[in-house]
T-cell receptor, first 113, second 114 residues
Framework: GQSLEQPSEVTAVEGAIVQINCTYQTSGFYGLSWYQQHDGGAPTFLSYNALDGLEETGRFSSFLSRSDSYGYLLLQELQMKDSASYFC??????????????FGDGTTLTVKP | NAGVTQTPKFRILKIGQSMTLQCTQDMNHNYMYWYRQDPGMGLKLIYYSVGAGITDKGEVPNGYNVSRSTTEDFPLRLELAAPSQTSVYFCASLGGEARYNEQFFGPGTRLTVL
């Protein structure tokens, strides 16, 4: 099976940098994705790491290390609007459940003034 | 493109009633997913489909059924509603250009079973 673990809550102040970690127990997956979800809204895609290393998209960066079964999402220059839940996710390419998607339980980020 | 659409947006069911949650995507995506999200929790996969005519169970399939007769539509059927099925249901799709692994989500259906 696949399981992903994230911290349940993180708090930071406006303008700061915050890192949200994701550790996983899975094999045979395409890569690690990150999604953002505001209260009452649908998840939206943020970032994807197919290979080990850092991917940067504006204020957001994501990192993957397959050897350590670990990834993280880095948010810089935090803004109040970044207060949301963040989910890591994988999608399997195994023969038995190709395409199956698994999400972590999410990390609630609160940005304070 | 409208993306992924879901109907209805809200629904209240009585215990034992049945209903179908509709999901349609106009992006010609092969992969489609149904998730449920309980308050303050993550997304749990109910069923998924890798293409028309192919469906498979996710983590929490009990009490639900799906079909995928066309690429565009992926309805979710609740046969005998139970209070434990009170949740927000999200449908998502993922396309052939899946190298970015981006799932596109619909706006969700908020279901209450009383």
């Amino acid at each position: 099976g696949q399981s992903l673990e994230q911290p349940s809550e993180v708090t930071a102040v406006e303008g700061a940098i915050v890192q949200i970690n994701c550790t996983y127990q899975t094999s045979g997956f395409y890569g690690l994705s990150w999604y953002q979800q505001h209260d009452g809204g649908a998840p939206t895609f943020l970032s994807y790491n197919a290979l080990d290393g850092l991917e940067e998209t504006g204020r957001f960066s994501s990192f993957l290390s397959r050897s350590d079964s670990y990834g993280y999402l880095l948010l810089q220059e935090l803004q109040m609007k970044d207060s949301a839940s963040y989910f890591c996710a994988v999608r399997s390419f195994s023969n038995t459940n190709a395409g199956k998607s698994t999400f972590g339980d999410g990390t609630t980020l609160t940005v304070k003034p | 493109n409208a993306g992924v659409t879901q109907t209805p947006k809200f629904r209240i069911l009585k215990i034992g009633q049945s209903m179908t949650l509709q999901c349609t995507q106009d992006m010609n995506h092969n992969y489609m997913y149904w998730y449920r999200q309980d308050p303050g929790m993550g997304l749990k996969l109910i069923y998924y489909s890798v293409g028309a005519g192919i469906t498979d169970k996710g983590e929490v399939p009990n009490g639900y059924n799906v079909s995928r007769s066309t690429t565009e539509d992926f309805p979710l059927r609740l046969e005998l509603a139970a209070p434990s099925q009170t949740s927000v249901y999200f449908c998502a799709s993922l396309g052939g250009e899946a190298r970015y692994n981006e799932q596109f989500f619909g706006p969700g259906t908020r279901l209450t079973v009383l």
